[in-house]
């Protein structure tokens, strides 16, 4: 007892006596934090430091506030939106086809290209002061997925534009000058715009772009104008082939201090007329054959003039910074819509084609193995949609959080990837023919290049998420850097010493925390709600705690070495991610209104959640290298083993059952996918044999009743089966029309297109009757 009263009015002395602690604790602390700091380059401290940091700070915090989740605005479409969105959106619909789009034209039709321009769909991110149409990032997202469910060649040509690219730099960045001139023709779709970054040399590692210019004077427009001599070599770029703009990257240096800024000023951006001598664009890449524009860009010694830098002069040098602190919102928004969209097509045609589609006598959505694959469509669905909605009502809040748009973009697409897999199982044969009945394998086809651009997933899973969200979303890393950073080393330990103080407390905190919701089984952690959800809420809390105790021993002991053990700091980016979705799929509950039927789908997809979580946890410390580290963590953490199982069977079978059954649940889940009343639509047909057999089942009921008894054939289908029907009197009249249309409904559902062979060998596709 003595001995432990002594322990403690040690520490506190140790801890309480500032002199005491600077001496003993702060500054060898200190000048430990600054051998360990992992070394940053200054594109790496940009991208560090650029968008900001919102729920993803309270996940990190081990003790998130769930009624601020909760408080948090599900933005609403305003008038204009909505107009748009039943109006314009909806004729463009109408206008897509997209098997000709892709199989025939290789090109967006020139009516649609002049519909997308004329409408203002290029500019939803542009003010109304210059035309454009000024769209939240809610509605921006739901345009855009809502053409995904038709054409992800057309939703790209629409994305694009409305996401990092010439639009938002000029808004942000723009002369006056450069906005009143090039806002306009954008908005008016005069000037199609692209964004050239990326060339052979460098992709994932962008900030070292060969490409290159060099300020010194030049001729302009037959005046002798100070400028800059550019080169460059970029790929990959998405409508560079029909571009009238070209935004370009380029490394700047001005060997001669024209800008008395020095010789290196770096990455710049500028906006060069594709129409200017020397500029190079026009050949096009096939991108897993998507018929979106995208290809190359290239100049050799192209003189522009200064002002052309976006921003001006004073911008010159100051491109990666731009471009990092714009890349939050479009990569929260356009390819987590496009993932979403194929959620939404795929839960509602698959629950179809499940129904429609029959194997040994009966419809394959019954048999179980097909019900563990619709469990995943639907449980993920409702976990992708509830990450867009949070994520945009972020946007929408007029933050720009830069984790949570790259665990938004990664998550997705690979939940997206999932779904379309299951999907195309599935489907079978029916997802695999291509033609113009195929709603599936455009789509499907698309998945890596949601996967690549933006970040392609890899890199973005293992460097972006963890790599930034540590650093980002700790209450307290960046600022002792900052601190370790400072020129005044005095000042800086004082400022570190203050910090070091609240970080122990911190520490302490989460590690005490941790054991006792370990050995309570987080029964004691807050819920912001009672009922079917609450236990969801403390499980997190929980596994919150975990990660931020995780985390600081992680870059204690690991210091610069995190950053390269990629392996290990993925599995606590995929906790933070985890526990970012589910904290989606708790909101997405509560602002629907508790919705009972939804609770399946709510269960699955939080079950599969925790259960990722405990899968990263159990990665992480089965290969942290500290080992006594890792043995501590899983005793503090977990001490009774990490159980949070995978999503229970009978969620998955209640999921299926709900995706066969044509109600208004149905409806809420996949209300972006687009569909017509009209037998022979891509997606029209299948919706319409679906809707009709369910309308028949009890006349179908009679029918395999009276075929058992031997009263009609078992072999019989269309006509022929409401013939023998009518003829044994097992159906009426009327039954046997309505029977007739739903046979050939059904059978319409069921084929696939086919074609003659010599169309297929001259790539003309067009389909057979
Ligand atoms: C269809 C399409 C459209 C595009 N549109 C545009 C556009 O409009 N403008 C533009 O500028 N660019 C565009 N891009 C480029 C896109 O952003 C790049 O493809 C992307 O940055 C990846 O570069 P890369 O393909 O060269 O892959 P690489 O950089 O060669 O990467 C290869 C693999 O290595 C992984 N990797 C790389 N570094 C790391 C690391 N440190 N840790 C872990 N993994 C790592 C990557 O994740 C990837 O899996 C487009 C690309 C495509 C395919």
């Known amino acids: 007892m003595y001995v432990l009263l002594i322990l403690i009015a040690v520490i506190a002395i140790v801890l309480g006596v500032p002199d005491i602690r600077r001496s003993l604790i702060s500054r060898p602390a200190f000048a430990f934090f600054k051998r360990v700091l992992p070394p940053l380059s200054a594109t790496e401290r940009d991208a560090m430091e650029a968008g900001d940091v919102w729920w993803d ?40 086809d997209d098997f000709d789009i892709v199989m025939q034209q290789r090109d967006l039709p020139p009516e649609i290209w002049d519909y997308l321009k004329k409408e203002g769909f290029f500019a939803m991110i542009i003010g109304k002061e210059f035309g454009g149409l000024a769209f939240s990032a809610a509605a921006n997202s739901h345009i855009v997925g809502r053409i995904a469910t038709r ?20 808004t942000h960045y723009g002369t006056d000058e450069q906005k009143n001139y090039w806002l306009p023709r954008l908005a008016n779709g005069d000037a199609v715009p692209c964004f050239a970054l990326t060339g052979p040399e460098a992709g994932s590692d962008a900030g070292s772009i060969p490409d290159h210019g060099v300020i010194c004077k030049g001729e302009h427009e037959g005046n002798e104008v100070l400028g800059i001599k550019l080169n460059w070599d970029k790929r990959y770029i998405t409508l560079a082939p029909v571009a009238d703009v070209l935004g370009l990257a380029f490394k700047l240096d001005d060997p001669d201090e024209h800008l008395g800024r020095g010789k290196h000023l770096g990455i710049t951006c500028a906006l060069i007329p594709t129409s200017h001598p020397g500029v190079k664009t026009g050949d096009r890449h096939f991108p897993l054959a998507q018929a979106f524009m995208n290809g190359t860009t290239y100049g050799k010694d192209v003189f522009i003039p200064l002002d052309w830098i976006i921003g001006g002069q004073d ?38 084609y499940a129904y429609v589609r029959h ?12 019900q563990a694959a619709m469990g995943r469509i639907g449980g993920l669905n409702y976990s992708v949609e509830s990450m867009r909605r949070l994520t945009v009502a972020a946007l929408c809040e007029g933050q720009s959080p ?29 997802g695999i023919q291509m033609g113009p009945r195929n709603y599936l394998a455009s789509n499907y086809m698309g998945v890596p290049i949601s996967i690549t651009v933006e970040g392609a997933n890899i890199l973005t899973r293992n460097l972006m998420i963890f790599g930034q969200g540590a650093t980002r979303c700790h209450p307290y890393v960046m600022k002792e850097m900052a601190a370790a950073g400072n020129p005044d080393e005095e000042a800086g330990l004082r400022e570190f010493d203050q910090l070091l103080i609240k970080h122990i407390g911190f520490a302490a905190g989460n590690t005490l925390s941790a054991f006792w919701h370990g050995l309570t089984g987080a029964r004691f952690a807050d819920s912001p709600v009672s009922g079917e959800t609450a236990r969801y809420y403390q499980h997190l809390s929980r596994m919150s705690r975990g990660l931020a105790l995780s985390a600081d021993v992680a870059m204690l ?3 610069g070495d995190l950053k390269r053990k990629e392996m290990i700091s993925a599995r606590l980016g995929d906790v ?15 602002d629907d209104g508790r919705q009972q039927a939804d609770l399946p789908f709510v269960r699955y997809s939080l079950e599969h959640h925790l259960h990722q979580i405990g899968v990263a946890f159990d990665g992480f410390l089965q290969n942290f290298p500290q080992r006594i580290m890792a043995g501590l963590l899983r005793v503090l953490i977990f001490p009774f083993g990490i159980h949070y199982k995978a999503p229970a069977d009978i969620h998955a079978q209640s999921i299926s059952d709900a995706m066969m059954i044509p109600d208004a649940t149905r409806d809420r889940h996949t209300f972006l996918c687009y569909w017509r009343d009209d037998e022979n639509d891509v997606t029209g047909h299948m919706e319409l044999a679906f809707q009709k057999m369910f309308k028949l089942q009890d006349v179908y009921k009679r029918l395999r009743k009276a075929q058992k008894k031997g009263q009609i054939g078992a072999d019989l289908n269309g006509d022929a089966l409401a013939d023998a029907a009518l003829q044994a009197e097992v159906i009426d009249q009327s039954t046997a029309a309505e029977l007739r249309h739903c046979e050939r409904l059904r059978m319409s559902a069921i084929a696939v297109d086919s074609f003659a062979s010599e169309d297929v060998k001259d790539g003309k596709f067009k389909a057979l009757d």
């Open 315 to 352: 911008y010159a040098g100051k491109g990666w910074r731009m471009l990092v602190e714009c890349l939050s919102a479009g990569r929260g928004i356009s390819l987590p819509a496009l993932a979403t969209a194929s959620g939404h097509v795929a839960q509602r045609m698959t629950g179809a």
């Open 57 to 96: 700070g309270e996940l990190f915090s081990g003790k998130p506030d769930w009624n601020r989740l909760l408080r948090t605005t599900n933005p609403k479409f305003s008038a204009d939106e909505q107009a748009f969105i039943d109006n314009q959106l909806e004729t463009l619909l109408a206008m897509i």
């Open 151 to 170: 054409s992800l060649s057309v939703a790209v040509s629409v994305m694009v534009p409305n996401s990092l690219g010439p639009g938002e730099l000029l």
């Open 402 to 430: 830069s984790v949570v748009t790259a665990m938004t973009k990664y998550h997705m697409t690979e939940m997206g990837r999932t779904i379309g897999n299951d999907a195309l199982d599935i489907h079978a044969g029916k």
């Open 557 to 559: 002991t690991l210091g």
């Open 576 to 590: 933070l991610s985890h526990l970012y979705i589910a904290s989606a799929v708790l909101k997405r509950f509560e």
């Open 359 to 370: 194997q040994f006598g009966l419809p394959i959505g019954k048999f179980e193995g097909v």
